[in-house]
């Protein structure tokens, strides 16, 4: 699904109003540590722990923690509609980390981090570096710490520094970032605090039915002959990376899959962290059933991979046009449309006639059993062994000039968006008369021809070449006001860990973008001598920067929402390749110093603005205190059936109650009360309503759904709120309901 897509807008009649309307959802191993000297020196700054003479190669480390933004009244993040504004929680959005570090050399080491967020982001990771450097001097930096998503469309937003993904969350979130970042470096630090000796291995399955190509027309443009080597339209490989101590139990684990965290619809408004997330608790809870989430050892990773062209919703995109003769229909395949409109064409997922819940549920175990393929295979996997390197430089992608493989120059392009964008996709359908594949060179709907000069800077001349032949819509690469609307400048990484490599991506590549970029990273890499014909490369993004998308020139010329979408032109993938590229020596064993890099990308948090109110007053309301239940559960239930309770509430933005929850289903073993349930589960619900903004009342819906399993015994629901009162004080309170039995 994009990043940001748009649909459903109001047409205004004054220019600012326009403005945010027409972009209103446009966003839509192998050995252990060499033998230490007989006076059995440690080594230094790897980690907690000193290690004894041994053999391994690698020091492995593992964390987690949470990463949940406000989980009401603000704008979610991905399909970029100011309708969907969050009014509760489903399940916590988490960072996983994962450390390793060449164990005969500790300060060689990488960090991968995989955040149940929409995309990486340059200020968020320019925090995450800072604080990890000052924390650790000499061992994290900027060149080793890459910082990916799950691209799951249900999380907090507002957090990105450019202004175009800020202006549906009405500007820059703080507390959505500040959220990100500690949660992230909080991982980092337990991932390091772990680090142990280690092996690492790496294998691969086949998950079939997780994903669809939701732009086959435009897969179709690329040659017959390169995609005759394939049998899908669209990369079914999971690879995984498994982490294990020295006597081979199993510690966690990093996979690449590409399938869109668009499973929850953009209808949607309880924070959650999509299929990936989802599956990343499913595999942790399996392992480690009874430890509360985020309180687990064994971190599971569900990592993205050229996800651009992706789709969840594997049923295919049908018309949901009531009383139209289409209703019912496959969408029309070229511009995905139900009568010529794009409003009604959306993709099913696999349980879409039960919820989009439940097709979450289904892609996220496909992705879980598919790991666990891959883990129970144990030591029969290959051994990744070698040296651990990494290299990161930026690079300004406007008018990048770089030669092509037949000699001749091509460039880059400033961002900008086309018509095909404004289209959206099957995923988050866009709206107006906007739709996908119309590269025409005709001027489009006169009225948008007028209207987007009043949003972004009419094209000049050699803009509009630049991007042929995308018609440009939105000409952001020269909007910077109030700030810059896009990045210029992405960041370029690499992670080698023996014959591992990771390609870290600023943006979302499609299917046949990601096959040429591991094919030639891959040549690249071994007659360079720096990995042998064991090499295994994956993808990993949208990483570190938010760069859009990355479709092949062929996709490009049929402007499907992913050609639209690719911010720099028609030869990003090309420029992207030649820089990999030239950047692959780094990664060998040679000391070559640091490699040429473009500026960093501007620091815009001094110039950030925000629309948003703070919370100015709670008010139980008369005669109530807060926590005060006001609908109560039943004496007696089942499996499968719900318990529901509501309460006098607050408002959550008082305390986002990081590494905690807002709710807890306690269970009764004798005469003491324990924790069985909390928010990180995906069988509770906390919902929160404003009741009156200007008495500042509300209420809080507190849901558990009985898992089949459950204990027979004596439950009850527990809410955790903090009020707040006219002085700026927050005071915590809790609110219990009734006990229950569960049979």
Known sequence: MPALDPGGLQLPFDLWSLSHSILDRMYSGLLYLTAFL????????????????????????????????????????????????????HLRQRARAWIVADASNPSDRVVYINADIAMGDSGVRRSIVNALSAHYPGLYS???????????????????????????????????????????????QRAHDSLAPGVLRVGNTSVVDGNRNRSPTAYLANPASERAQYEYDQDKTLSLLRFEDTSGNARG???????????????????SSDNKGMAAHLYEYMVEPDSLP?????????????????????????CESPGQPWDGMACESEHSTCGNATQDCHGRGPGFRISDFESNRIIA??????????????????????????????LNMSYHSFTLANGSTAQTCPPALGY???GGTTDGPGAFDFVQGDNSS????????????????????????CHYPKPILLDTGYANTPYPWSPHIVDIQMLKVGNFVILVMPGELTTMSGRRMRDALRAKLISSGVVGDDAYVVIAGPANTYGHYVAT????????????????????????????????????????????????????????ISLRTGVILDNAGLGRSFGDVLKDVGSAYSAGQTVFAQFVGANPRNNLRLEETFLTVDQLTGSEWSTYRTDSHPSTIYQWERTSTILGTSTVNVSWTIEDGTPAGTYRLKYYGDAKSLTDTITPFTGVSSNFTVS
Do not use: C
Not at 369 to 387: E, F, I, Y
Not at 447 to 458: N, R, S
């Open 553 to 608: 020139r062929e996709e490009y010329s049929v402007q499907r929402y992913e050609g639209a979408s690719t911010l720099f032109g028609p030869f990003t993938l090309e420029a992207y390749i030649d820089k990999y590229s030239s950047l692959v020596p780094y990664l060998g064993d040679q000391d070559l110093g640091e490699p040429p890099s473009d500026d960093a990308p501007p620091d815009l948090s001094g110039q950030a």
């Open 142 to 188: 900027a060149s080793n710490i890459a910082l990916g998503s799950t691209h799951q469309h249900s999380g907090v937003g507002g957090y990105l520094e450019n202004l175009l993904p800020q202006l549906t969350a009405l500007g820059y979130v703080k507390e959505a970032a500040e959220a990100i970042v500690n949660g992230t470096v909080l991982a980092v």
């Open 442 to 465: 005709q001027p489009q709907n006169p009225f948008w021809e007028i209207v987007k000069g009043a949003v972004t800077p009419y094209p000049p001349p050699e803009q509009v070449a």
């Open 420 to 422: 095909g964008f404004a």
């Open 294 to 318: 985020g309180n687990n050892t064994f971190v599971a990773g569900f990592t993205q991979s050229n996800v651009g062209d992706t789709s969840p919703n594997t049923l295919g995109a049908y």
């Open 253 to 271: 684990f990093l996979s690449f899959y590409a399938v869109h965290g668009t499973s929850l619809y953009e209808n949607n408004t309880l924070v």
């Open 365 to 394: 175990q496909l992705q879980v059993d598919g790991a666990k393929t891959v883990m129970d295979q144990g030591a029969n996997l290959a051994q990744v062994a070698g040296s651990v390197k990494s290299v990161h430089v930026y």
């Open 38 to 89: 007989a006076s059995a020196s440690v080594f230094p700054g790897y980690g907690g722990a000193s290690i004894n003479a041994a053999n391994a190669q690698y020091l492995l480390g593992l964390g987690i923690a949470d990463v949940t933004g406000p989980v009401v009244e603000t704008n979610m993040m991905g399909y970029a509609s100011l309708a969907q504004t969050d009014t509760g929680l």
